[in-house]
C-alpha cells in the first residue's frame, strides 16, 4: 500500500509558470526599468534551468545589454526576484492562478482516506504559502505531513535533496511513497530518491516521458490518455486509480 502522496507544485498543482511567474517577471522587469522580457517561448527555454533566481543570472549571462559585471548581474537578479515573488503573491490572491483539473478532488480523497501527503517543491516557501492558502485556507499546512521547499532544500532538483528529506520526516522508505511532477528535473530528482513518480504533463511539458515512471498522462482530472491506460469509465484519476497503478508497478530487485 502507498503510505505517502507527494506534490510537486509549479506546473503539477497549477499551472503557475506561464500563468504566474513569467507574468510576474515581466512585471517586475518593468517596474525596474529593465529593458527586456521574457516571451513565453523564451521563458519555456529557462526551464532547463532549475530556480526561478537561477535563471536571471544565467539569461543576463547572454544578454548584451545586461550588466557586464557580474556582482552587478548578481545585485540585479536578487532585486527583480525579490520583487518578482511580491507580484507572484499578488497574483495569487486575486485567484488569478486556478489549481489544474483534478486536484483539487484528489487532495480531498486523500485527506479523507487519511493518506499523508506532502509538498515537495525546490520553488520558495512564500510562493507556495500563497498558491495553496488561497485555495486550501490559512491552515492549509495542516493538510500536509511535510512541506520541503527551497528554504529546506536548496539544492535545486534535479538534486534528490528535497525527496530526501521528506521520506526522513515521513519516516518512510522511497518505494512507500508515490510522487507527482510533471517535469523532466521534478521527475530525475524522485527516482534519483528512489521513489515512484506519476508524470502529469504540463503547459511547459506537454510530452514529458520518464522510462520506468508509474503512469504518464495528460491531467489528473481525466482518465483519457495515460499509460498504461487509466479505468476507461473513470471521469478523473482517483486515489483508486493510483493505488492499482502502484500494485502491478515492476518491483526493483
Avoid at 516557501?125 to 492558502?133: D, H, P, Q, S
Avoid at 526522513?168 to 518505494?175: E, G, I, S
Avoid at 523532466?184 to 516521458?209: D, K, L, N, W
Amino acid at each position: 500500500m502507498i503510505k505517502a502522496l507527494l506534490w510537486d507544485v509549479d506546473g503539477t498543482l497549477a499551472e503557475t509558470e506561464r500563468d504566474g511567474h513569467l507574468v510576474a517577471f515581466n512585471r517586475a522587469f518593468e517596474a525596474l526599468g529593465v529593458l527586456w522580457r521574457w516571451s513565453e517561448q523564451h521563458y519555456g527555454g529557462l526551464l532547463a534551468v532549475s530556480g526561478g533566481r537561477e535563471r536571471l543570472p544565467y539569461d543576463m549571462s547572454r544578454r548584451a545589454e545586461a550588466p557586464g559585471d557580474a556582482r552587478q548581474r548578481e545585485a540585479l537578479a536578487e532585486t527583480v526576484h525579490r520583487l518578482k515573488n511580491q507580484i507572484y503573491e499578488g497574483i495569487v490572491r486575486r485567484g488569478d492562478l486556478p489549481l489544474r483539473a483534478g486536484v483539487a478532488e484528489l487532495l480531498s480523497e486523500c485527506s479523507h482516506a487519511h493518506l499523508p501527503m506532502g509538498i515537495v517543491t525546490t520553488t520558495s516557501r512564500g510562493n507556495v504559502e500563497a498558491l495553496l492558502a488561497r485555495h486550501l485556507g490559512s491552515r492549509w499546512s495542516r493538510r500536509f505531513a511535510t512541506v520541503v521547499c527551497a528554504n529546506e532544500a536548496p539544492r535545486k532538483k534535479p538534486d534528490p535533496q528535497a525527496y530526501r528529506l521528506a521520506l526522513a520526516a515521513l519516516r518512510l522508505h522511497p518505494h512507500q511513497a508515490v510522487a507527482i511532477e510533471d517535469a523532466p528535473a521534478g521527475i530525475e530528482a524522485a527516482q534519483r530518491a528512489g521513489v515512484p513518480v506519476m508524470v502529469t504533463h504540463s503547459h511547459y511539458f506537454p510530452a514529458c516521458a520518464a522510462a520506468g515512471a508509474l503512469a504518464v498522462g495528460p491531467s489528473l482530472g481525466r482518465s483519457e490518455g495515460w499509460q498504461p491506460a487509466a479505468d476507461p469509465r473513470a471521469m478523473r484519476i482517483s486515489l483508486q486509480q493510483i493505488m492499482q497503478w502502484y500494485a502491478h508497478r515492476p518491483r526493483i530487485t
